[in-house]
């Protein structure tokens, strides 16, 4: 039977922090992106990017929401915790899956989708409070019926392939406009948190794309200035992300009117984590392509994921600041314009020099960010 509604001040407890079986879970999601980002490695072209954004959109929805189940019931039983562990081996399966879920392997993954559903409906009915089982009663059918819709795309090919996976954010838009309309209550310090961790996780793929990339390649300084190059553009992007911004989210999120809080939860962390995350599978498979050979010309497909990938996630890291009014974001959105414009230095000098390039742009930008603001504190103050 589910449990009664949450009280605010269970809710708080509840999301105090992550738990260490929640880390497990969510070291699954290290091979998610990988296997996402191997899709446009081997299809670099608008139709790989297509399907990767297609997989990765449907992935990270069922992803998010266990990390909305946790913030409600705490993994603090046996049986939760062995659900949340065979809930994080059929997600490993759909990762499995994902390099050929528009082929061979369709079937399989939509049908680990369905189980990954079942059980996360199952336990969010169960432990999550009476308002949000009812709202669960609605919108963990239709994530089942979107795993129906990936098996049914397995047996077919060609136009009607992509219309099965596209079916799926219709219904992903009817239950987040039903989610806002009330039953949830995100608990700040565990949803911050949270996503924070998910977020290093895809920085960190970055930085395996890195040593994926040099397999294979002779260690010398090419690959050697490429490497630190990667890291160091990963790192500025990190920087964007986490200095001060996790604090001024929770409180954003806390302040908020209650009825808000699920509206802002979903465009905030859903959609534009989205995007970010997005942003880095594409910088990610452009970095495999540049290590290569650093010093050389990057093919142009290459160069327009790096910076198509690194403008992608400044746009979203900007838009992620504006719903949550974390802080200015002209200077991101500047940015990730000039970013675009590296494309030729990659493919006319070097991949090291585009690469110099745009950490030279997004270091400069956030240092000017962080000059200006400063500055207007000072002259705040002072009148």
């Known amino acids: 039977m589910p449990s009664r509604d949450l009280p605010t001040d269970r809710i708080a407890r ?3 922090r992550v738990s260490t079986v929640e880390l497990l879970f969510d070291l699954v999601f290290v091979f998610t992106i990988s296997r996402v980002a191997q899709i446009v ?28 189940l946790t913030n409600q019931a705490a993994p603090d039983t046996a049986f939760v915790r062995i659900a949340l562990i065979a809930a994080m081996a059929a997600f490993l399966v759909v990762s ?51 795993g129906v819709l990936l098996v049914c795309s397995g047996f077919v090919e060609g136009p009607i392939d992509w219309v099965f996976f596209t079916l799926p954010f219709v219904a992903f838009f009817f239950s987040a406009a039903l989610s806002a309309r009330g039953g949830f209550d995100p608990g700040a310090t565990h949803f911050v948190e949270r996503h924070g961790l998910l977020m290093i996780i895809a920085f960190g793929e970055s930085i395996v794309s890195v040593g994926v990339g040099a397999t294979g390649h002779e260690i010398g300084p090419a690959l050697i200035v490429g490497a630190v190059l990667a890291v160091g553009l990963v790192a500025s992007l990190s920087w964007c992300y986490f200095p001060g911004d996790g604090g001024r989210a929770e409180r954003a999120i806390a302040a908020a009117p209650r009825e808000q809080r699920t509206r802002l939860a979903l465009v905030a962390y859903y ?54 009014s974390l802080g200015p974001v002209a200077w991101r959105l500047a940015a990730a314009a000039v970013a675009l414009a590296t494309v030729p230095l990659g493919t006319t000098l070097s991949g090291a020099a585009q690469l110099t390039a745009i950490i030279a742009i997004v270091v400069a930008a956030l240092i000017t960010e962080t000059t200006a603001g400063r500055r207007s504190t000072v002259a705040t103050t002072a009148a």
């Open 14 to 16: 509840i999301a105090a």
């Open 271 to 324: 959609l534009e984590h989205l995007a970010m995350i997005f942003g880095l599978v594409l910088l990610a498979a452009g970095l495999h392509e540049v290590l290569g050979d650093a010093f050389a010309p990057v093919e142009a497909s290459g160069a327009w994921l790096v910076a198509g990938g690194t403008a992608l996630y400044l746009v979203a890291d900007a838009a992620y600041r504006r719903t949550l």
């Open 96 to 146: 499995l899956a994902i390099p050929e879920a528009f082929g061979a392997t369709g079937v399989l993954f939509g049908a680990s989708y369905i189980v990954v559903a079942v059980i996360h409906a199952a336990l969010f009915i169960h432990r999550g409070g009476r308002a949000a089982a009812r709202r669960m009663l609605i919108v963990g059918p239709s994530n089942v019926l979107v």
């Open 41 to 68: 490695v081997h299809h670099p072209d608008a139709t790989g990017i297509a399907q990767a954004a297609l997989v990765l959109g449907l992935v990270w929805w069922m992803y998010d929401a266990f990390a909305w």
